[in-house]
Protein backbone atom coordinates (compact mmCIF):
# COMPACT_ATOMS: atom_id res chain seq x y z
CA UNK A 1 0.00 0.00 0.00
CA UNK A 2 1.13 3.33 -0.87
CA UNK A 3 1.09 6.67 0.52
CA UNK A 4 1.25 9.78 -0.92
CA UNK A 5 3.53 12.98 0.83
CA UNK A 6 0.16 14.32 2.24
CA UNK A 7 -0.76 11.32 3.85
CA UNK A 8 2.59 10.99 5.49
CA UNK A 9 2.49 14.36 6.75
CA UNK A 10 -1.20 13.97 8.02
CA UNK A 11 -0.08 10.83 9.71
CA UNK A 12 3.33 12.15 11.04
CA UNK A 13 1.15 15.31 12.60
CA UNK A 14 -1.60 13.11 13.90
CA UNK A 15 1.42 11.22 15.93
CA UNK A 16 2.85 14.20 17.26
CA UNK A 17 -1.00 15.64 18.26
CA UNK A 18 -1.64 12.52 20.30
CA UNK A 19 2.38 12.63 21.89
CA UNK A 20 1.52 16.60 22.49
CA UNK A 21 -1.79 15.45 23.69
CA UNK A 22 -0.95 12.66 26.32
CA UNK A 23 1.86 14.96 27.64
CA UNK A 24 -0.29 17.96 28.18
CA UNK A 25 -3.23 15.77 29.38
CA UNK A 26 -0.92 13.95 32.00
CA UNK A 27 0.19 17.49 33.01
CA UNK A 28 -2.78 19.03 33.45
CA UNK A 29 -5.26 16.08 34.65
CA UNK A 30 -2.58 15.37 37.64
CA UNK A 31 -2.47 18.73 38.33
CA UNK A 32 -5.84 19.65 38.31
CA UNK A 33 -5.96 16.39 40.75
CA UNK A 34 -3.81 17.62 43.34
CA UNK A 35 -5.77 21.11 43.31
CA UNK A 36 -8.87 19.12 43.91
CA UNK A 37 -7.29 17.19 46.63
CA UNK A 38 -5.47 20.19 48.52
CA UNK A 39 -9.18 22.11 48.30
CA UNK A 40 -7.24 24.97 46.62
CA UNK A 41 -9.52 27.99 45.82
CA UNK A 42 -12.35 27.28 43.08
CA UNK A 43 -10.96 29.30 40.48
CA UNK A 44 -7.99 27.58 40.73
CA UNK A 45 -9.56 24.76 39.99
CA UNK A 46 -11.65 26.24 36.93
CA UNK A 47 -8.56 27.86 35.63
CA UNK A 48 -6.73 24.05 35.42
CA UNK A 49 -10.16 22.21 34.17
CA UNK A 50 -11.47 24.39 31.17
CA UNK A 51 -8.74 24.28 29.37
CA UNK A 52 -8.15 20.91 30.05
CA UNK A 53 -11.21 19.61 29.28
CA UNK A 54 -11.51 21.91 26.15
CA UNK A 55 -7.83 20.61 24.62
CA UNK A 56 -9.82 16.64 25.54
CA UNK A 57 -12.87 17.93 23.14
CA UNK A 58 -10.60 19.11 20.63
CA UNK A 59 -7.91 16.42 20.36
CA UNK A 60 -10.91 14.00 19.44
CA UNK A 61 -12.02 16.66 16.86
CA UNK A 62 -8.59 16.32 15.61
CA UNK A 63 -8.63 13.23 15.21
CA UNK A 64 -11.40 13.50 12.80
CA UNK A 65 -10.77 16.51 11.10
CA UNK A 66 -7.13 17.68 9.83
CA UNK A 67 -8.00 21.30 9.75
CA UNK A 68 -8.19 20.91 13.46
CA UNK A 69 -5.22 18.97 13.82
CA UNK A 70 -3.51 21.57 12.68
CA UNK A 71 -4.60 24.00 14.80
CA UNK A 72 -4.40 21.46 17.65
CA UNK A 73 -0.82 22.25 18.87
CA UNK A 74 -1.40 25.61 19.07
CA UNK A 75 -4.56 25.91 20.95
CA UNK A 76 -2.45 23.22 23.68
CA UNK A 77 0.44 26.23 23.80
CA UNK A 78 -2.20 28.40 24.37
CA UNK A 79 -4.76 26.35 27.25
CA UNK A 80 -0.90 25.98 29.13
CA UNK A 81 -0.47 29.71 28.64
CA UNK A 82 -3.54 30.50 30.50
CA UNK A 83 -3.21 27.64 33.14
CA UNK A 84 -0.10 29.46 33.67
CA UNK A 85 -0.89 33.11 33.57
CA UNK A 86 -4.29 32.31 35.54
CA UNK A 87 -2.30 30.46 38.25
CA UNK A 88 0.29 33.54 38.40
CA UNK A 89 -2.68 36.17 38.69
CA UNK A 90 -5.15 34.15 41.27
CA UNK A 91 -2.68 32.02 42.96
CA UNK A 92 0.93 33.12 44.19
CA UNK A 93 3.73 32.80 42.08
CA UNK A 94 5.66 29.89 42.86
CA UNK A 95 8.65 27.74 41.59
CA UNK A 96 5.11 25.48 40.05
CA UNK A 97 4.63 28.41 37.80
CA UNK A 98 7.92 28.66 36.55
CA UNK A 99 8.24 25.19 36.08
CA UNK A 100 4.92 25.53 34.24
CA UNK A 101 6.57 27.80 31.70
CA UNK A 102 9.19 25.52 31.13
CA UNK A 103 6.47 22.73 30.11
CA UNK A 104 4.79 25.22 27.54
CA UNK A 105 8.87 25.50 26.30
CA UNK A 106 8.87 21.50 25.86
CA UNK A 107 4.79 21.66 24.73
CA UNK A 108 5.71 23.90 21.88
CA UNK A 109 8.97 22.19 20.60
CA UNK A 110 7.23 19.04 20.62
CA UNK A 111 6.40 19.46 16.76
CA UNK A 112 9.23 20.47 16.00
CA UNK A 113 8.18 23.50 13.68
CA UNK A 114 9.80 26.75 14.24
CA UNK A 115 6.27 28.29 13.96
CA UNK A 116 4.67 26.64 17.13
CA UNK A 117 8.02 27.06 19.34
CA UNK A 118 8.03 30.54 18.33
CA UNK A 119 4.05 30.76 19.45
CA UNK A 120 4.89 29.02 22.53
CA UNK A 121 7.77 30.81 23.27
CA UNK A 122 5.95 34.63 23.12
Not at 12 to 30: E, P, Q, W
Not at 63 to 76: D, E, G, H, L
Amino acid sequence: MKMNMNELKNEDLKRKNFILFLAYALAAGLGLLVQIIIQQATVVIISIGIPFVISIILYFIARKSIQTARIFPYFVVLAGAITAISMSYFNEVSIATIVLALFLLILSSLHSKQSIFVYGYI
